[in-house]
């Protein structure tokens, strides 16, 4: 039986200091915090790089969505917490059978949609029958093996599966599980009618989006009145527009800006941990990138430490799992940096002269690709960088597979599927990983899962089915007046049900 333990919001004092912790050299003095009770009536301006095309949460995939609209505007029976812990959300307690079948579900009482109706297990069966039986909505295919969704009472939901699934409860922390109003007819590219602790006040489409405190929600209130999302996608202009007063947190602070928030004394900095894997995209389908020694020789070629380095937070990754994800083992020895071997292997693929694209959104700047230019060039590698909006690298790269190299920051936790999806647009087909991956999925033993997943990683690896340049970590510059901002995995989820800003 799991039990769900609600994080009160945060009505406390802030502390008197606070560490700051970033990449930047130096042993800064500590940034003096407010003491003040916080605000109830504060607004909180939070910066962030990547704003939604829409709303449309069931509809529409990717980080930007899902970072600010899951735990705020739209709830799921369960959550996941900043270290991907499943966490009980609008149930109060569920049970899992032992033959990973039956999925129990209570819900907490007195919830109601941001119209004043009240939630009851029917909304979570009409919610979960759509996601099942309608291939448009996000989470179709991870519903797949769902037999059945039956309401007992209105305060129950029982789910079966044909056959286990061990990532089941965890695809119920993302689009896929959130609940909506049965027969609810709101425009969802534009509008809300969730459960969360805010609702939608205004989309100042291209600048900002406002959350307002929903003070019927059902759990803590939140602790701020409004939220703006400011949404700057230049890195220096997001550090500027701190600098001059505008935001109160900064995410996805550039390493190499820190230290102008950090020597301004007016902000705390935190470097969290992610599931962000800065990929190496191969085009597996296309020549010469269908060759392996290829691939492997572009692995080896890279040195890892020293990009890391230039990027200024992060971690080496070797393989397509991270360290906060089931299965993750370092696969350092996988493709340690060889560049004379690399010499060879191209050589021995009659590729001595390689010309390659790497195709990359242009707001991820030049860092990554001017590592990668020069580390190529050392192995007699030219590469031309395109950099391209965002919306053409999702039509030329991720949706027609019109590339040869790319780079993206995969930033969505157990993702390691994509792997095992030869329609991916990594074109990467492996019946043995495919298959490993199904064994992991249906093993009803978390331990063994995981076990399964670290075979299929480093089959993955071994393949140089890509390359992760590294583990991302974020760094966040947040005022001395928050208090209960995340720190980790907030390129994929933002929860600020327990934020507070103290009054100046």
Same mark, same amino acid.
């Given at each position: 039986?799991?039990?769900r333990?609600?994080r ?6 802030l502390?008197a200091?606070a ?5 930047c050299?130096g ?14 009536d504060a607004?909180l ?5 990547l704003?939604?095309?829409?709303l ?5 995939s990717?980080a930007a ?5 899951i735990?705020?505007?739209?709830e ?15 149930a109060?307690e569920y ?5 990973g079948?039956?999925?129990?579900f ?5 919830v ?10 029917a909304?979570v ?5 759509a996601? %099942?039986t @309608? &291939?448009?909505?996000?989470?179709? +295919?991870e519903?797949?093996? /769902?037999?059945?969704i039956a309401? $007992? =009472?209105?305060?129950t ?5 044909s056959a286990p699934?061990q990532?089941f409860l ?6 896929a599980?959130l ?11 534009t509008?809300e009618?969730?459960t ?10 291209g600048?900002?989006?406002?959350f307002? %405190?929903y @003070? &019927?929600?059902?759990?803590?209130? +939140?602790?701020?009145a409004? /939220?703006?999302?400011?949404?700057? $996608? =230049?890195?220096?202009?997001?550090v ?5 007063g505008?935001l ?10 820190a230290?102008?928030l950090?020597?301004s004394?007016?902000f705390v900095?935190?470097?969290g ?5 800065a990929?190496l995209?191969?085009?597996n389908a296309t ?9 492997? &020789?572009?692995?080896?070629?890279i040195?890892?430490e020293?990009? /890391?380095?230039a990027?200024?937070a992060?971690?080496t ?6 360290e906060?994800?089931?299965g993750y ?5 996988v493709?340690?940096?060889?560049p004379?071997?690399?010499k060879?292997l191209l ?16 707001f991820?700047g030049?860092t990554?690709?001017?590592v990668l230019?020069?580390d ?15 919306p ?9 597979k019109?590339?040869?190299l790319?780079f ?7 993702d ?17 990983v ?7 999925l249906a093993?009803?033993?978390?331990d063994?899962?995981a076990e399964l997943l670290?075979q ?6 071994e ?5 992760w340049l590294y ?11 928050v ?13 600020l ?8």
């Amino acid at each position: 039986m799991f039990r769900r333990n609600r994080r009160l919001a945060v009505l406390s004092a802030l502390a008197a200091t606070a560490v700051i912790l970033s990449a930047c050299a130096g042993s800064p003095e500590p940034v003096e915090t407010s003491t003040g009770e916080p605000d109830l009536d504060a607004t909180l301006t939070v910066g962030l790089v990547l704003e939604p095309s829409n709303l449309d949460i069931r509809h529409t995939s990717g980080a930007a969505i899902e970072q600010i609209l899951i735990d705020n505007i739209y709830e799921g029976l369960v959550t996941r917490s900043q270290d991907n812990t499943i966490e009980p959300r609008l149930a109060s307690e569920y049970e899992v059978s032992e033959d990973g079948l039956t999925y129990t579900f209570t819900l907490n009482p007195e919830v109601t949609f941001h119209n004043g109706t009240a939630l009851t297990s029917a909304d979570v069966v009409a919610s979960y029958e759509a996601v %099942r039986t @309608d &291939a448009t909505l996000q989470g179709n +295919a991870e519903f797949a093996n /769902v037999a059945s969704i039956a309401a $007992p =009472d209105a305060a129950t939901v029982v789910i079966t599966l044909s056959a286990p699934n061990q990532n089941f409860l965890f695809t119920l922390t993302g689009p896929a599980g959130l609940v909506f109003q049965t027969g609810d007819k709101t425009d969802l590219q534009t509008a809300e009618n969730g459960t969360g602790p805010f609702t939608l006040e205004n989309w100042s489409k291209g600048s900002t989006i406002t959350f307002a %405190r929903y @003070d &019927a929600y059902w759990g803590e209130p +939140a602790s701020v009145a409004e /939220v703006v999302f400011e949404y700057i $996608p =230049d890195f220096t202009a997001g550090v500027n527009a701190a600098l001059d007063g505008s935001l109160d947190v900064l995410t996805a602070v550039d390493p190499n800006l820190a230290p102008q928030l950090e020597d301004s004394g007016d902000f705390v900095l935190t470097t969290g941990r992610t599931t962000d894997k800065a990929t190496l995209a191969f085009n597996n389908a296309t020549a010469p990138l269908d060759d392996a020694r290829v691939r492997e &020789a572009l692995r080896l070629a890279i040195d890892h430490e020293g990009l /890391v380095e230039a990027v200024g937070a992060g971690a080496t990754l070797y393989g397509p799992i991270p360290e906060l994800d089931p299965g993750y083992e370092d696969l350092a020895d996988v493709a340690p940096y060889d560049p004379d071997r690399a010499k060879e292997l191209l050589a021995e693929a009659g590729q001595e002269d390689l010309e390659l694209t790497l195709t990359i959104p242009s707001f991820y700047g030049t860092t990554v690709p001017q590592v990668l230019v020069s580390d190529f060039a050392k192995v007699g590698v030219t590469l031309e960088v395109d950099a391209v909006e965002f919306p053409t690298w999702l039509e030329d790269v991720y949706t027609n597979k019109d590339y040869e190299l790319s780079f993206v920051l995969h930033v969505e936790p157990r993702d390691f599927g994509n792997f095992a999806n030869p329609d991916y647009y990594f074109n990467y087909d492996s019946p043995e990983v495919q298959s490993l991956y199904a064994e992991a999925l249906a093993e009803v033993d978390e331990d063994a899962s995981a076990e399964l997943l670290a075979q299929a990683a480093r089959l993955v690896s071994e393949d140089h089915a890509a390359d992760w340049l590294y583990n991302g970590a974020t760094i966040t510059a947040r005022s001395p007046l928050v208090s209960g901002f995340p720190e980790d995995s907030i390129n994929s989820r933002i929860n600020l049900a327990g934020v507070a800003k103290a009054a100046e």
